[in-house]
Every structure is written in structure tokens, then in C-alpha cells.
């Protein structure tokens, strides 16, 4: 196990994470997970919730790190990880009754958070719950010291990436359908948003 790709920050947030989740998931039969990175959260959280039908996506260019965990993982509510990129078009995969993401938005460029809700817009059917894990900005202010030093070394590695402004995000999610259910506070200044469309 010591040798499968790992995150720390993965490994401190995942029991926060899914503390929220076993509330907002617990009426739903499949996740399709964006941007899954080493497979941590899947595995962990499929392992958690055995009602899920887990669907783990990466950047193809990045499955071999997510596949390795995925292979060793013990259970069969995990499928095995496709490539998503979400600017695909189509997109890979259908849009099942609930959706995953952590740390990815701001990675991915606006442009890119556009196109994933814009997709949601169109292929998300009724009752659809959507959960997005990461740090956001409030009002046009950083939440911590913390997060302002995050986003200038973000910005340095690529400028494309920047933390994002909740209330944009939270505007693109209302046009694709999406309302605001929940906005839960995580430890290191993160966090969990969950939006539902329909019903
Ligand atoms: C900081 S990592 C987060 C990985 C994992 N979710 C976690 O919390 O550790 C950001 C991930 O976003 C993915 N990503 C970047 N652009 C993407 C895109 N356009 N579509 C899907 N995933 C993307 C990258 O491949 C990377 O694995």
C-alpha cells in the first residue's frame, strides 16, 4: 500500500469530507467523481458508503495515477476509473444522481468551471446532488492568511489556476439548475459545497 500514489491533504480531509457526504448522499445509488487525482477519496469514501456505486475520472494523462489504488481496492461498488476531461464533448460518461469533486476547480481554468456546469446544465436530469470540496472566496476576500499564499503559489505554477469566488460559482450552478443546499465549513479553511437540482 506504501507505494500507491498519495496526498496528505487527501488523507486529513477525507473524514471531514465524508462526514458530510453520508448526510448528503444517503438517498443516492451512484457518484461519478471529477478529477479523482490518486483515488484516496474514492476508495475511501466507496468503502464508507456501500449503498454508492462509485465512478472515479481523471485526465487521461493522469489515470496511471489514479488506477493503481482503484485496482487495489476491496469491494465492488468502485468502477474502474475513465478518463474526463471536463471540457469533453460529449462527456464519457452519464450524469448519474450525484456528483464529487475536490481541489479541482481551482486548478482547471474558469473557462473549464464554465463548460463543467454548462455540461451539468444539459446532462444533469432531476434531482441531482452536486458536492464541491476546495477553498473559495467570499465577498472578493481570501478566507485566511492560508489560502491568499495558496492562491499566489497557484498562480505562479500556472496562471490559469486561481482560487474561486463563490458567488461566481454559486451563479453558474443557478443557471445550470443547480440551488445552493448546503455550505459547510472544513478544517484548513476549505470548504464542502452541496447544490441540488430539481425536485
Ligand atoms: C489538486 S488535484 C485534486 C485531486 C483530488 N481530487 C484531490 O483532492 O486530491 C486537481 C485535479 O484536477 C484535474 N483536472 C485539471 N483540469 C481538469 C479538467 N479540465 N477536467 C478534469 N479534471 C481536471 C487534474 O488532473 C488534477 O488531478
Known amino acids: 500500500m506504501d507505494s500507491l500514489p498519495f496526498s496528505q491533504s487527501c488523507e ?3 473524514a471531514p469530507i ?5 448526510e448528503d448522499f444517503a438517498d443516492r445509488r451512484q457518484v461519478l467523481e471529477i478529477a479523482s487525482g490518486t483515488g484516496q ?4 469514501f466507496a468503502a ?5 456505486t462509485w465512478q472515479p475520472t481523471e485526465l487521461a494523462d493522469s ?4 488506477r493503481p489504488r482503484c485496482v487495489a481496492y476491496d469491494g465492488d461498488n468502485l468502477l474502474t476509473p475513465t478518463a474526463l476531461d471536463v471540457r469533453d464533448d460529449p462527456w464519457p460518461v452519464a450524469v448519474p444522481d450525484a456528483l464529487f469533486s475536490a481541489n479541482s476547480l481551482h486548478i482547471m481554468a474558469w473557462s473549464a468551471v464554465e463548460i463543467l456546469f454548462a455540461t451539468l446544465g444539459v446532462n444533469a436530469g432531476n434531482d441531482v446532488i452536486l458536492a464541491v470540496y476546495g477553498p473559495f472566496n467570499y465577498d472578493g476576500q481570501y478566507t485566511s492568511d492560508s489560502n491568499a499564499r495558496f492562491d499566489a ?3 505562479q505554477r500556472d496562471p490559469v489556476s486561481a482560487i474561486r469566488d463563490f458567488e461566481r460559482v454559486d451563479e453558474l450552478a443557478a443557471a445550470a ?3 445552493l443546499q448546503g455550505d459547510n465549513a472544513l478544517p484548513a479553511n476549505n470548504r464542502l459545497l452541496v ?3 430539481g425536485i
Open 41 to 44: 477519496h474514492a476508495c475511501h
Open 63 to 66: 489515470l496511471p495515477v489514479l
Open 195 to 197: 447544490w441540488r437540482k
Open 48 to 52: 464508507n458508503m456501500p449503498w454508492l
Open 177 to 179: 439548475g443547480f440551488a
Open 153 to 155: 503559489w497557484l498562480g
Open 18 to 22: 465524508l462526514e458530510v457526504l453520508r
Open 12 to 14: 486529513n480531509n477525507k
